[in-house]
């Protein structure tokens, strides 16, 4: 039975070569080893194989909306602070415009139109325009106004008509009162027609 034992098992010449046959071959192993480096060395210069980034979007995405709604509020506040100005906020802003105009055939005509830039109405308007020469010497009936003027609206007074000297000086004389925005305003004005001008502008503010 011995004998057959030892007849029959490989002996350990037989086992050193299967064994090291399966251990690595280190030429091989050299090779691939040297394939890999020239791999990641072409990666590398072809701008790959870096390191992973990752993108954490939380923070861009806060600033973003951040951005956004502070854009948007300042868009409005352009938009909104004209809008309220010009027709919510309680506002009296009136002008009286007075043009002296002198025509053909010593024809002269002093015409006058309210203009209501606020954002209430004009109530209880009364205006009156009275024309004088140097000497106090009325040149015509005055022209009265008497009634309201809406916000954002004008409203145009009767002409004073007259002839006389177009080299003459003259006195414009206003008078007015009316009720605004919660206020009651009143005043006076007088304007000189010295000079050579045939063409003459006033401008009263009546809410100033």
């Known amino acids: 039975m011995a004998g057959n034992d030892k007849q029959g098992s490989p002996g350990e010449d037989d086992i050193a070569p299967i064994v090291a046959g399966i251990g690595p071959d280190l030429d091989v ?46 868009v409005l506040a352009i938009i909104l602070i004209p809008v309220l100005y010009l027709v919510a906020i309680p506002r009296a802003d009136a002008e009286l415009i007075v043009q002296y105009n002198e025509g053909v055939m010593g024809g002269i005509n002093v015409d006058a139109r309210i203009a209501n830039e606020g954002t209430r109405t004009m109530e209880d308007v009364t205006i009156t325009i009275l024309v004088q020469n140097s000497t106090d010497i009325r040149m015509a009936d005055p022209t009265v106004f008497e009634g309201r003027v809406s916000a954002h609206n004008e409203a145009s007074m009767d002409a004073i008509s007259f002839s006389a000297s177009q080299w003459e000086t003259y006195h414009i004389f206003v008078e007015y009162t009316f009720d605004c925005a919660g206020k009651t305003y009143h005043g006076s004005e007088h304007y000189v027609t010295e000079g050579e001008g045939m063409n003459m502008w006033f401008y009263l503010d009546m809410t100033a």
Do not use: C, H, S
């Not at 990666?43 to 948007?72: K, M, N, S, W």
């Open 29 to 74: 192993q050299q090779m691939v080893e040297e394939e890999e480096m020239k791999r990641k060395r072409w990666e590398t210069a072809e701008g790959r194989g870096g390191q992973v980034v990752i993108y954490d979007p939380g923070t861009d995405v806060t600033v973003g909306r951040t951005r956004r709604i502070v854009v948007l509020i300042f």
